[in-house]
């Protein structure tokens, strides 16, 4: 079945720093792709997102390209701040459900 | 506009008993999706419903159900629980037409079976 594999972390980086979490996928159509964001405590929130190839998604400084010729769907932030310390998700919609990859915590330090 | 609702935040529950957990979605959304997070598993997905039907299954012993009202409400429960079992459990509601609809998360129950 369609899969996300995601760059394990855990990621530590200083505030400005760049920031870029690798994710790949497995689908046999054409799915929709998502990053999500959990911060401690919380359920998960929506940050970006892509409905076909060549899409970029954007929000809060973050981006993601979908790009279908190596199934991937990066997410990149040009300068991170220590509020952005998370749990990061990426996901594709398949038949009415989010497979999940398995999330990368980035702290970030002042 | 009010978001996912889930309840309760935090239960307790020993081995071999049920629980029965509660989701409500967001206003005139159709679809309501289960998942279960843990450290070991990470997030896994449960069952959706839409309009009180269920669409799509995940690969969960029969122990796990849910249902879907009439006002898109959902429960989940589990029967004869397990230490297994314990785990944040998220619910998600979309508009539930398309593949492309955003999913809302709620904060989760955070179920411990002792």
């Known amino acids: 079945g369609d899969s996300v594999t995601q760059m394990e972390g855990p990621v530590t980086l200083s505030e400005e720093a760049f920031l870029t979490i690798n994710c790949t996928y497995t689908a046999t159509g054409y799915p929709s792709l998502f990053w999500y964001v959990q911060y401690p405590g919380e359920g998960l929130q929506l940050l970006l997102k892509?409905?076909?190839?060549?899409d970029k998604g954007s929000n809060k400084g973050f981006e993601a390209t979908y790009r279908k010729e190596t199934t991937s769907f990066h997410l990149e932030k040009g300068s991170v701040q220590v509020s952005d310390s998370a749990v990061y998700f990426c996901?594709?919609?398949?038949?009415?459900?989010?497979?999940f990859g398995a999330g990368t915590t980035v702290t970030v330090r002042a | 506009k009010a978001g996912v609702t889930q309840t309760p935040r935090y239960l307790i529950k020993t081995r071999g008993q049920q629980v029965t957990l509660s989701c409500s979605p967001i206003?005139?959304?159709?679809?309501v999706s289960w998942y279960q997070q843990t450290p070991g598993q990470g997030l896994q997905f449960l069952f959706e419903?839409?309009?009180?039907?269920?669409?799509n299954k995940g690969n969960f012993p029969g122990r796990f159900s849910g249902r879907q009202f009439s006002n898109s409400r959902s429960e989940m429960n589990v029967s004869t629980l397990e230490l297994g079992d314990s785990a944040l459990y998220l619910c998600?509601?979309?508009?539930?037409?398309?593949?492309?609809?955003?999913?809302?998360f709620g904060q989760g129950t955070r179920l411990t079976v002792v």
């Open positions: 206003s005139g959304h159709r679809s």
């Open positions: 892509a409905t076909k190839a060549d």
């Open positions: 419903y839409f309009s009180e039907t269920q669409r």
């Open positions: 998600a509601s979309s508009l539930g037409t398309g593949e492309n609809t955003e999913a809302f």
């Open positions: 996901a594709l919609s398949d038949f009415y459900k989010l497979s």
